[in-house]
């Protein structure tokens, strides 16, 4: 395939940084101004509803492309299918936190939170995968560790945020953890499962499971607002495909490393957008915190070609 010219190239990457900073803000939207976990105000959405709306949507809008490339590819095998149950299950956990984040804390700390995810993989590797463990990782990990506490303790101080925040900063992190078992496996299973299908069927894994959650817990999947149904299909169109989509075809243009920097900006541009539509401002601490986290985040995974694709496939995850 031939590289594309450099105007669409950097024209492809601003799209994909604005496409991917919108999928916060967007759920904020979609969960109205009073957001909770498992209610909402009147035409509002639940965060563990949103959480299912984005992974059925998600699946649904990658089927078509997914049945194509499977009928060109050989028909997976149980090991596999088990692999697709679990990162589904794993992205299902993700979702449910990330989402459950965005209701408690600021759409800055949770973003940025949640971008640590980059910091797991490269320590699952090397506990999972065998994969060595540099000096320069083990620092990065440090450094991302000590932002993230400097976050979490900023916003539990914050009176106005109140003592949810820091619950919320806690669920953003595990959000992170949880994507883990998604990335590592995805490492695994690509290698003869093609991108469309192994998203679609994990999309579709994590929807079926956050059904069962919704369901059990009676959160209300319909009687959104229009507003509510027009920002969940946004973060759809936005950050899964606009975002992840584009990205993935500027891989054959440009270096994975200048993809994983972009992504890198994503809590600055979630963190712009809440200040500007929802008037959010994060406590004084996430201005020490979050450059730390991120500088972490980038050292850890520098040079790291698996932990450099992590940071890439967190576009589909936020």
């Not at 759920?27 to 035409?43: H, K, L, T, Y």
């Not at 050989?74 to 596999?80: Q, Y």
């Not at 995810?117 to 540099?134: D, Q």
């Not at 953890?177 to 299973?189: E, K, N, Q």
Request: aromatic share 6%.
């Amino acid at each position: 395939m031939r590289p594309l010219p450099r105007p669409a190239v950097l024209l492809g990457l601003l799209i994909g940084a604005v496409a991917v900073s919108t999928s916060a803000i967007l759920a904020r939207i979609a969960m109205g101004e009073d957001a909770g976990v498992v209610s909402a105000s009147a035409g509002a959405a639940p965060a563990l509803a949103v959480a299912f709306w984005r992974t059925a949507l998600g699946a649904l809008a990658l089927s078509p492309m997914a049945v194509r490339a499977q009928r060109h590819a050989r028909p997976l095998t149980a090991v596999r299918r088990r692999q697709l149950l679990g990162s589904g299950l794993s992205l299902a956990l993700h979702f449910a936190l990330f989402q459950g984040a965005l209701a408690l804390t600021t759409v800055a700390s949770a973003v940025t939170l949640v971008t640590m995810s980059p910091v797991f993989v490269a320590l699952g590797g090397w506990w999972v995968l065998k994969e060595r463990t540099t000096r320069r990782t083990l620092f990065g990990m440090g450094l991302t560790m000590v932002g993230a506490v400097v976050i979490g303790v900023g916003d539990a101080a914050a009176i106005d945020l109140g003592p949810q925040a820091l619950l919320g900063d806690a669920m953003a992190f595990g959000g992170a953890v949880a994507i883990t078992g998604y990335l590592l496996v995805g490492r695994v299973a690509r290698r003869d499962v093609p991108a469309t299908v192994y998203s679609c069927a994990v999309y579709a894994w994590a929807a079926a499971a956050l059904l069962l959650v919704c369901l059990g817990l009676g959160v209300p999947l319909v009687g959104y607002s229009a507003t509510t149904w027009l920002a969940l299909l946004g973060i759809v169109v936005g950050p899964q495909l606009l975002g992840h989509t584009v990205f993935n075809t500027l891989l054959s243009s440009v270096p994975a490393t200048v993809v994983s920097i972009v992504v890198l900006s994503e809590p600055v541009g979630a963190g712009l957008l809440a200040w500007l539509v929802l008037d959010e401002l994060p406590a004084g601490a996430f201005a020490v915190g979050a450059p730390l986290v991120l500088v972490g985040v980038a050292v850890a995974t520098a040079r790291r070609r698996g932990a450099r694709e992590a940071a890439e496939a967190t576009i589909t995850e936020t």
